[in-house]
């Protein structure tokens, strides 16, 4: 089915902040599986989100590359995820945890909605310095027409002390998750909700992943030439 976000900027693809809904709701349902099973994945990204087919809403978690069993009794700390959607924690080389795949969800989430990134700089070294003030804000006309709930769903999972930010299972009860269509004398949540969101800033966004990608692996294999 591929990537979640090449499926969205489709020109066919009507996205909607109630499809986000059901594609955010899957994606915690998937991590918090994952973390019943003591897991913590350490690569959450939309590269690592993919449609089960190419007609249904349905998805699922690729790429355990990176996983680790978590041992709360141990210190597990991490030095690898991709700058856009790493946690504070791995920046500062702190101990990780399940709040790690729970910021890199908040991102997802925020990057899904708007199309745009909320903590990338000039380089890396300015994107992990936002990362590291929690530095991003809802302002940019994007979300103009994104609900509360959906706003208070990504600030209860971009928190800086991960220990504070909203575990997989609760994020499947917040308000935002739980929605159901309002009665007709009360249609405002809802067409919000079904209104069309713009995907062209999303569209810019996985071009210039796609860059990125096709230039690590030039890199990659020039490194390779170099030690051959």
């Known amino acids: 089915g591929g990537e979640l976000f090449e499926r969205v900027i489709d020109d066919d693809f009507i996205l909607t902040e109630r499809l986000c809904e059901l594609y955010m709701m899957q994606i915690c349902e998937g991590v918090s599986f994952m973390h019943s099973c003591n897991i913590i994945h350490l690569d959450m990204k939309p590269e690592n989100i993919l449609c089960v087919n190419r007609d249904g809403h349905r998805i699922k978690i690729i790429d355990f590359g990176l996983a680790r069993r978590f041992d709360p009794t141990k210190q597990l700390k991490v030095l690898f995820g991709t700058p856009e959607f790493v946690a504070p924690e791995v920046i500062n080389f702190d101990r990780v945890g399940f709040g790690t795949d729970m910021w890199s969800v908040g991102v997802i989430c925020y990057?899904?909605?708007?199309?745009?990134?909320p903590f990338m700089g000039e380089n890396d070294n300015d994107t992990y310095a936002n990362i590291?003030?929690?530095?991003?804000?809802?302002?940019?006309?994007?979300?103009?027409?994104?609900?509360?709930?959906?706003?208070?769903?990504?600030?209860?999972?971009?928190?800086?002390?991960?220990d504070k930010r909203l575990p997989a299972r609760q994020c499947l009860s917040h308000s935002w998750l739980t929605r159901r269509p309002k009665l007709v004398s009360q249609p405002t949540d809802d067409e919000t909700a079904e209104k069309k969101l713009s995907t062209k800033k999303l569209r810019r966004f996985v071009i210039r992943r796609r860059w990125q990608k096709a230039v690590n692996a030039l890199l990659a294999l020039q490194r390779m030439g170099m030690t051959l």
């Open 132 to 162: 590291n003030r929690a530095n991003y804000d809802f302002d940019d006309e994007s979300f103009t027409d994104i609900s509360d709930e959906a706003k208070d769903f990504i600030s209860k999972l971009l928190v800086k002390d991960k």
């Open 111 to 117: 990057v899904l909605l708007s199309g745009l990134s």
